[in-house]
């Protein structure tokens, strides 16, 4: 069965910390480029940041030194460490996988950064 499971999601402070983690199963993991996407209530699903097989990564300008997106191919799994967060950084997070025509969400982890 081909899923994507996402985890570490919660409530932080303003300034805290969070790792999300995105578990792989049923699927060449190591052949897939990962991201992490999030969506706030009323916006529209946004790319947060990315990682490519080969281990190159991007980000949105609005978490640039903020997050850091990797990936563990012996594990199946990709992490989003998320340092300094802001309100603003408040949706719901979802891991995707793609790889030629295969493309594969998560169910979404919920990130609340408030006091």
């Known amino acids: 069965q081909v899923q994507l499971v996402e985890s570490g999601g919660g409530l932080v402070q303003p300034g805290g910390s969070l790792r999300l983690s995105c578990a792989a199963s049923?699927?060449?993991?190591?052949?897939?480029?990962m991201g992490w996407y999030r969506q706030a209530p009323g916006k529209e699903r946004e790319l947060v940041a990315s990682?490519?097989?080969?281990?190159?990564?991007t980000y949105a300008d609005s978490v640039k030194g903020r997050f850091t997106i990797s990936r563990d191919n012996a594990k199946n799994t990709v992490y989003l460490q998320m340092n300094s967060l802001k309100p603003e950084d408040t949706a719901v997070y979802y891991c995707r996988g793609n790889y030629g025509f295969s493309n594969v969400w998560g169910q979404g982890t919920q990130v609340t950064v408030s006091s």
């Open positions: 990682i490519t097989s080969a281990g190159t990564t």
């Open positions: 049923g699927i060449m993991f190591s052949r897939y480029a």
